[in-house]
């Protein structure tokens, strides 16, 4: 048995604050073409929304406070990397992200550049759309 078979979990999330969630929901639904999948409104001072992908079970989760967050600027290599099967999959989604206004940004680690475009979110964390697949060896191929 695999070790993650095993593992109780059953779904995850990647939560974050920031100061302006319309322009990073907008970034990521809008741009990435990421569903909506919930938006909250006023749960203790807190909005917020869960952006993922079509039918699987994780997520991230933006929100933001009526008294404001602390959003310190993150490095250059705080990456949520994006796999996709070819370039032309890939091009599709850097053509939404440009006709948003979005340019392509180099990368802290020139390895992204081989097979992929960096994109940064309105809040500075970083976006890589990449040409192929996490094999489990530790290596995206």
């Known amino acids: 048995m695999t070790p ?3 593992y109780p979990a059953t779904q995850f999330r ?3 604050p920031t100061h302006q969630l319309d322009a990073v929901v907008a970034f990521y639904t809008e741009g990435l073409g990421l569903p909506l999948l919930y938006r909250f409104e006023a749960h203790a001072g807190y909005r917020g929304a869960m952006i993922g992908l079509p039918g699987v079970g994780h997520h991230l989760e933006f929100t933001e406070h009526d008294d404001g967050a602390p959003c310190p600027a ?3 290599d705080n990456l949520l990397v994006l796999y996709f099967p070819g370039r032309q999959e890939l091009d599709v989604i850097s053509r939404r992200l440009e006709d948003h206004g979005v340019r392509p ?3 802290e680690n ?3 550049e081989k097979k992929g475009l960096t994109f940064e979110d309105p809040d500075g964390w970083r976006v890589v759309l990449f040409e192929g697949s996490f094999g489990g060896g530790g290596r995206s191929t």
């Open 74 to 76: 993150p490095s250059k």
């Open 105 to 107: 940004v180099a990368p």
């Open 4 to 6: 993650h078979a095993t």
């Open 14 to 16: 990647i939560a974050r």
């Open 110 to 112: 020139p390895y992204w």
